[in-house]
């Protein structure tokens, strides 16, 4: 059976766990193999990379399959080929896809017509690989605590944060979420992660007040203001200004909260300078993380193909 990664609720809350328990098993050492021996994954990237790239390129590599990047100016359907085609095409030569792409709609055609597993490396709508990876990260500082914690989103309600409620959802996670009135993340992922919850017991609660979001919080999670290809806006910026994570908002959180950032981080923005290198090695951990979960990931979806 062909599985996909393009929502984080591709995976059932039960599959979820497995997958972070594997992600904590490979990053100790105790599971080398070659679960990819004699696989061939290709990378279609649209958007610009660095983390989502480097981790998915050393994380096939280390399994022992092959990467091709497939820049898409590089590709036919840069001059016009229909992307049903493309997807098509490439399913006869590659085991696995991973694509960075704009629009999420274009990476849903594309996984309606791929014979071979699509994963999620980033559109407008969702970050499903960031986000697991980031919840590993949690599950390794709280391992079973982490239902317990209290984890506080503020900023832009992006990709980023549309898949963060999905989490909540699916892991039964605590979630305060604070953005501006009329940037307010995707109302039906909203729904999806509140439906999840439903099973999983997790929680989510939004508001425009950023100070009620991270009171008492163990984690403030953040990201750009101004996401890839979208428009700079002052008047979105100004809006986002109570927002930033900084040494006032954090007062409010708990003495020893941790703070996470998805990376690019544009400092002086979402973030300011000192608060982001007092949790430097946090954050890097995080980004660290994103190759140990890939692998995971990719064990389980390539596994599942029978």
């Not at 193999?33 to 280390?62: D, I, M, Y």
């Amino acid at each position: 059976m062909i599985r996909n990664f393009v929502d984080l609720w591709d995976i059932t809350p039960d599959e979820g766990w497995s997958i972070l328990l594997n992600a904590e098993s490979i990053k100790r050492g105790q599971d080398r193999e070659k679960h990819l021996f004699g696989k061939n994954v290709g990378l279609f990237f649209t958007k610009p990379s660095t983390r989502t790239r480097v981790s998915f390129e050393v994380a096939v590599n280390q399994l022992g399959g092959n990467t091709i990047y497939l820049a898409e100016q590089s590709l036919q359907i840069s001059r016009g080929e229909d992307l049903k085609d493309t997807a098509r095409t490439l399913s006869r030569y590659l085991d696995c896809i991973v694509i960075r792409t704009d629009s999420h709609k274009r990476l849903e055609e594309y996984a309606k017509y791929s014979t071979i597993p699509v994963i999620n490396a980033l559109t407008d709508m969702s970050h499903p690989c960031q986000v697991l990876s980031d919840v590993f990260t949690l599950y390794e500082t709280f391992k079973e605590d982490i239902r317990n914690i209290k984890i506080a989103y503020v900023g832009d309600g992006n990709n980023v944060c549309n898949t963060w409620l999905v989490a909540a959802g699916l892991f039964g996670l605590n979630l305060f979420v604070a953005t501006p009135e009329g940037y307010e993340p995707s109302s039906y992922y909203y729904q999806a992660g509140e439906d999840l919850c439903k099973i999983t017991g997790g929680s989510i609660y939004l508001t425009v007040n950023p100070v009620e979001a991270v009171k008492d919080a163990h984690v403030i999670y953040t990201d750009v203001w101004v996401s890839m290809n979208q428009e700079r806006s002052e008047e979105k910026i100004n809006m986002l200004l109570p927002y930033q994570v900084n040494e006032e908002l954090l007062s409010h959180a708990r003495k020893d909260v941790k703070v996470m950032h998805c990376l690019p981080a544009k400092k002086g923005e979402e973030i300011t300078e000192e608060i982001f290198e007092k949790y430097a090695d946090f954050i890097f951990t995080q980004a660290e993380n994103r190759l140990h979960t890939q692998k995971a990931l990719l064990k389980f979806l390539i596994s599942s193909v029978i």
